[in-house]
């Protein structure tokens, strides 16, 4: 017990140095249209390279920094360097693709947040079409008002706004109805079993048409196989993320996947 809590302070502390030493980078994995086979966007996930520990997944760090309040130096780091990396690939002739950015639910809930993005759109110069602002069920559900009227705010702006994370969370569909969202992302956990769990694959099934019926977008996380990618073309599944065609990679890598634009 004592020597778990002395492990998470002196992570901390690491945590608070690797803000201010570059030692978090941004990995990016495309989202894909299950139709077409192209991408459509692109979704920044955030790497910690630890000078001893090697490489720390952000499902072991961003837990910690939501507790400490380092989470805001973070996600607001995350916002500035995906839009910075987006208009320079812009600007270095690829076709504009939307940039996804998670935010954790004690951000999207600041009276701030939406002129923080803003800001940052401005400093960087990235047009709001190109910038999508990822919250979890769960994370909306905890202050339902501030978080609609953010993302109302937000989305006048011209940033999209996803449900992460989907079907996860306690949200009644009356509550989603009220969301100003453009993308639901059907959370991992269903989408990995639906060959195998006829449950899973009724419930994917339902978001699908429960996308549709709200006009929304939809999005398959998770998705590592042919055969599940067939499954979801067969039930007109929208978008899909996922291993089978790119795990996040590092911008220098990426690169390979987006198009150049024409020049004439
Ligand atoms: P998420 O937003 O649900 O992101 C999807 C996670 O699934 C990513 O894990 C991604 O690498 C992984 N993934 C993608 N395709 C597949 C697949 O085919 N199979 C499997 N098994 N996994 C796949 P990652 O990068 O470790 O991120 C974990 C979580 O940490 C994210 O879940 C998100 O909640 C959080 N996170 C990541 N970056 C940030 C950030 O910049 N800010 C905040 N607040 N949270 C972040
Ligand atoms: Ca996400
Ligand atoms: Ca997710
Ligand atoms: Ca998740």
Same mark, same amino acid.
């Given at each position: 017990?004592?020597?778990?809590?002395?492990?998470?302070?002196?992570?901390?502390?690491?945590?608070?140095?690797?803000?201010?030493?570059?030692?978090?980078?941004?990995?990016?994995?495309?989202?894909?249209?299950?139709?077409?086979?192209?991408?459509?966007?692109?979704?920044?996930?955030?790497?910690?390279?630890?000078?001893?520990?090697? *490489?720390?997944?952000?499902?072991?760090?961003?837990?910690?920094?939501?507790?400490?309040?380092?989470?805001?130096?973070?996600?607001?780091?995350?916002?500035?360097?995906?839009?910075?990396?987006?208009?320079?690939?812009?600007?270095?002739?690829?076709?504009?693709?939307?940039?996804?950015?998670?935010?954790?639910?004690?951000?999207?809930?600041?009276?701030?947040?939406?002129?923080? *993005?803003?800001?940052?759109?401005?400093?960087?110069?990235?047009?709001?079409?190109?910038?999508?602002?990822?919250?979890?069920?769960?994370?909306?559900?905890?202050?339902?008002?501030?978080?609609?009227?953010?993302?109302?705010?937000?989305?006048?702006?011209?940033?999209?706004?996803?449900?992460?994370?989907?079907?996860?969370?306690?949200?009644?569909?009356?509550?989603?109805?009220?969301?100003?969202?453009?993308?639901?992302?059907?959370?991992?956990?269903?989408?990995?079993?639906?060959?195998?769990?006829?449950?899973?694959?009724?419930?994917?099934?339902?978001?699908?048409?429960?996308?549709?019926?709200?006009?929304?977008?939809? *999005?398959?996380?998770?998705?590592?196989?042919?055969?599940?990618?067939?499954?979801?073309?067969?039930?007109?599944?929208?978008?899909?993320?996922?291993?089978?065609?790119?795990?996040?990679?590092?911008?220098?890598?990426?690169?390979?996947?987006?198009?150049?634009?024409?020049?004439?």
């Amino acid at each position: 017990m004592n020597r778990s809590y002395n492990q998470l302070v002196s992570l901390e502390g690491d945590l608070r140095e690797a803000i201010s030493k570059d030692q978090l980078s941004l990995h990016y994995q495309p989202k894909v249209d299950v139709e077409s086979g192209y991408i459509n966007g692109l979704e920044a996930l955030v790497r910690w390279k630890h000078p001893a520990k090697g *490489v720390i997944s952000p499902n072991e760090f961003i837990p910690l920094a939501e507790e400490t309040g380092l989470i805001t130096r973070i996600d607001e780091w995350v916002l500035y360097e995906a839009c910075r990396q987006n208009q320079e690939w812009i600007e270095l002739g690829y076709a504009p693709e939307r940039i996804a950015v998670n935010v954790s639910a004690s951000e999207i809930q600041k009276d701030d947040f939406a002129y923080k *993005v803003q800001r940052i759109l401005a400093i960087t110069g990235l047009a709001p079409e190109y910038l999508e602002i990822e919250v979890t069920e769960n994370s909306v559900m905890q202050h339902t008002e501030d978080c609609i009227r953010t993302m109302q705010y937000l989305k006048s702006m011209g940033v999209s706004l996803a449900i992460d994370d989907f079907g996860t969370g306690y949200s009644s569909l009356s509550y989603l109805r009220q969301f100003p969202i453009h993308y639901l992302k059907i959370d991992q956990t269903f989408t990995k079993d639906v060959l195998t769990d006829p449950s899973d694959a009724e419930i994917v099934k339902a978001m699908i048409r429960l996308a549709d019926a709200f006009k929304l977008g939809v *999005v398959a996380e998770g998705v590592e196989s042919e055969e599940v990618l067939a499954f979801l073309k067969e039930n007109q599944c929208q978008f899909y993320q996922g291993y089978y065609f790119s795990r996040p990679l590092p911008p220098e890598e990426i690169v390979h996947l987006l198009t150049k634009q024409s020049v004439y």
